[in-house]
């Protein structure tokens, strides 16, 4: 089993950037898969980017392409988003999951989540 806890969350003007932290606890976090969701209000939950085992293999969606990167550091349990060149329509809270598909894109394939953390970017 996994525990997952994000931080990095807050307050940010647009263009601005944060980075998000996602520790994980468990000896077996380099065999999982690790992805970022996001939810807005009124909203479903949305896919973010993922990233495989090793972190050599990354995928994003369209809306975040060319300004988030997603990172792994599998000696510190812990991954990373860094988002760059904010918009308001990022104002979301992010979660940070791990399952065990290849690069999944789909909540419903990831196992564990974090609480999640607020991200909000003002105009």
């Known amino acids: 089993q996994v525990q997952l806890v994000e931080s990095g969350g807050g307050l940010v003007q647009a263009g601005g950037s944060l980075r998000l932290s996602c520790a994980a606890s468990?000896?077996?976090?380099?065999?999982?898969?690790m992805g970022w969701f996001r939810q807005a209000p009124g909203k479903g939950r949305e896919f973010v980017a993922t990233?495989?085992?090793?972190?050599?293999?990354?995928y994003y969606a369209d809306s975040v392409k060319g300004r988030f990167t997603i990172s792994r550091d599998n000696a510190k349990n812990t991954e990373y988003l860094q988002m760059s060149s904010l918009k308001p329509e990022d104002t979301a809270v992010y979660y940070c999951?791990?399952?065990?598909?290849?690069?999944?894109?789909?909540?419903?394939?990831?196992?564990?989540w974090g609480q999640g953390t607020q991200v909000t970017v003002s105009s």
């Open positions: 999951a791990a399952g065990t598909w290849l690069l999944a894109t789909t909540a419903a394939h990831y196992d564990y």
């Open positions: 468990g000896r077996t976090f380099s065999s999982y898969t």
């Open positions: 990233i495989t085992t090793s972190g050599r293999s990354t």
